[in-house]
């Protein structure tokens, strides 16, 4: 089990670095000269060129990257063409912004969808399962964004109880995170109900109901434990698409993340903070899938056995 | 004899034979389609859609009505004049919606069409072959899946700059990985089927196979998946222009609607309200139809 960890983690650095270059390759493509970005429209011609050459602008392209990869390695991503400042340090101060909405819309997807996925499948075709059928429908239908928008018509404008944006106290996280998790929670809940009627047909669950066990007891005891396998790597997923999809929603609620810094920079053509922010994300949602699917390991005594 | 038994004729008569069987399989598939209430709720939905989007010119003209502004109507709740109500420009937004419809569709189709082709083919490949190409494919493969399919469609759009067709172009390589993977898998579980060995036997050239014999036998979770990834693809364009990053101004984008709504969020929720309701549906439309044909191509549900 070690060993496979140990395995994953080592294959984690060639994706990385593969990240690393094809974002570079695409951010390459950027048409403008950023000495001249960073210098105004105003600046005589041999300072461009003279801040070419100190910024490696006329090395190979290989060259170049080789640089970035190797200064990346030690903690230095560049300067932000328009603050000056340390694009790592800018990218590292917004980041447990990002992650505790992340954190919080996974936890809001888990606590309803889980539950709610269960009881759907437990009363397939009933009421309750038709009603939260088509609010999952609905919740992955819904563009995260609007739904932002939305609330923030309901609970800010309109109720006036909750903070349309910003990030001041606890009650201006709950509005960013319900927006968050809500797709999530949806997907979850499909997922789950999906799961877990398929587990409920299996033959050890009708032994288990013909030995009398009670019905609360075949589905939390014996159920459960199988249908929630595959909801697990749906969970893990949906947490990395939260990290990437935060962009649209930290924009909306002018959060203070990772993914509004690089929206902003993308309007003023801040290619390093850009071609970091990407990076960062990337890998955060990278060492999120080893995570899950090292759990799933631990999980499903199936999958561990195939590790030794 | 030996003309009966020509490859040529074999070739030939295993076409035709696929021909009707397919025939009948799309009967089938529709036989069952057809019993999926909400599956059909989906198609009636999306060909109003549809309609609506190829005669927006004869509802509404593009110069004289989406586009146009006129300042002097602006912010108007929805009325008898203007059913939808106006936008911040004083454009109706019923008519802007349904040029938007075509905007949308029009990209979410084309994207998904050029991932399908493009992953589509990586994964045949990758899949036929096997080895070393396999490995090479699928690990470049595992690099675009590493970045969040939003992050890099806003990095390719971000560099080439933002227009309807590199918008396009980057929603669709973001999302050739999973196509190329179902292929992929989907390659790799009949390519020793007899019927290939079969064609092989008889002489027919790798790209033969590929493309009469393999392809069609993958198109299922193909369909399935390319049904859902036009309704994702539809959610990155109104994301994308959400943020400046898609469609520009003036045109009319169901995202970039809702953006230029925002600031008037207080005093004209119906400027961005409408234009994401219309999402929601689209988006929910797809996916019926999506859920309805997985359910209808499971071999498990036949019964």
Redesign the interface.
């Known amino acids: 089990m070690h060993k496979y960890i140990f395995k994953r983690m080592l294959l984690l650095i060639?994706?990385?670095l593969?990240?690393a270059?094809?974002?570079f390759s695409?951010?390459?493509?950027?048409?403008g000269d950023p000495a001249e970005l960073i210098l105004g429209e105003t600046a005589s011609k041999s300072a461009v060129l003279a801040l070419r050459e100190q910024m490696g602008l006329n090395d190979p392209f290989f060259v170049q990257f080789g640089n970035y990869i190797l200064d990346g390695l030690k903690g230095d991503f560049g300067r932000s063409y328009t603050s000056g400042r340390e694009v790592f340090g800018e990218i590292f101060q917004r980041f447990p912004n990002t992650l505790i909405l992340s954190v919080i819309g996974v936890i809001i997807a888990i606590l309803i969808g889980i539950p709610v996925g269960i009881i759907s499948a437990t009363k397939q075709y009933s009421l309750m399962d038709s009603i939260s059928m088509i609010a999952a429908?609905?919740g992955?239908?819904?563009?995260n964004?609007?739904l932002g928008?939305?609330l923030?018509?309901f609970f800010s404008?309109g109720l006036g109880w909750l903070p349309s944006g910003g990030y001041s106290d606890w009650k201006s996280l709950i509005l960013p995170s319900i927006t968050l998790g809500t797709g999530a929670a949806a997907i979850i809940t499909r997922m789950t109900r999906s799961s877990m009627l398929e587990v409920i047909r299996q033959d050890y669950i009708r032994t288990a109901r013909a030995k009398g066990v009670s019905e609360k007891k075949v589905i939390n005891k014996h159920a459960l434990k199988n249908a929630l396998i595959p909801v697990i790597t749906v969970v893990g997923l949906q947490f990395?698409?939260l990290?990437?999809?935060a962009?649209?929603t930290e924009?909306v609620y002018s959060w203070p993340g990772v993914g509004r810094l690089?929206?902003v920079a993308?309007?003023s053509k801040d290619t390093p903070v850009?071609l970091a922010a990407?990076i960062f994300?990337?890998a955060a949602?990278?060492i999120v899938?080893l995570f899950v699917d090292v759990l799933y390991g631990f999980v499903d005594p199936r999958v561990k056995s195939q590790y030794k | 004899m030996s003309e009966v038994l020509s490859s040529e004729n074999l070739e030939k008569d295993s076409s035709v034979a696929t021909v009707n069987k397919k025939r009948s399989q799309t009967a089938e598939l529709w036989r069952r389609l057809r019993k999926n209430n909400m599956a059909m709720a989906g198609i009636a939905i999306l060909g109003i859609i549809i309609v609506l989007a190829i005669f927006a010119d004869i509802i509404a003209p593009y110069d004289a009505v989406a586009i146009k502004q006129n300042l002097k109507d602006r912010l108007m709740t929805p009325s008898g004049a203007h059913i939808l109500g106006t936008d911040e420009f004083g454009r109706d937004m019923f008519a802007r919606l349904i040029h938007g419809a075509r905007v949308s569709l029009q990209v979410g189709i084309l994207a998904v069409g050029l991932s399908i082709v493009l992953g589509g083919a990586l994964g045949a490949i990758a899949g036929y072959y096997g080895g070393k190409l396999d490995d090479i494919i699928m690990r470049i493969m595992d690099v675009f899946l590493a970045v969040p399919s939003i992050l890099l469609a806003i990095a390719i759009v971000s560099a080439l700059g933002p227009n309807l067709l590199n918008l396009m172009f980057a929603i669709s390589i973001s999302s050739v990985p999973s196509y190329a993977r179902i292929v992929r898998a989907s390659v790799i579980s009949i390519k020793d089927q007899e019927f290939i060995e079969a064609a092989k036997a008889i002489g027919a050239n790798d790209f033969r196979i590929i493309m009469l014999h393999i392809i069609p036998n993958t198109l299922a979770p193909v369909i399935v998946q390319g049904t859902l990834g036009v309704a994702g693809a539809i959610l990155s364009t109104a994301g994308l222009s959400f943020i400046g990053m898609g469609i520009q101004p003036p045109a009319p984008e169901w995202g970039a609607m809702l953006s230029g709504g925002r600031q008037y969020l207080r005093y004209a929720p119906h400027v961005t309200t409408i234009p994401g309701i219309a999402i929601v549906i689209t988006i929910l439309a797809l996916n019926l139809v999506g859920d309805g044909l997985r359910d209808a191509l499971d071999p498990r549900l036949k019964s």
């Open positions: 060639p994706v990385l593969g990240v270059f094809l974002v695409i951010m390459s493509l950027t048409p429908l609905l992955v239908a819904m563009p964004f609007w928008l939305m923030i018509l404008v990395g698409y990290l990437g999809g962009v649209l924009t690089m929206v993308i309007r850009v990407v994300l990337a949602f990278s899938n």
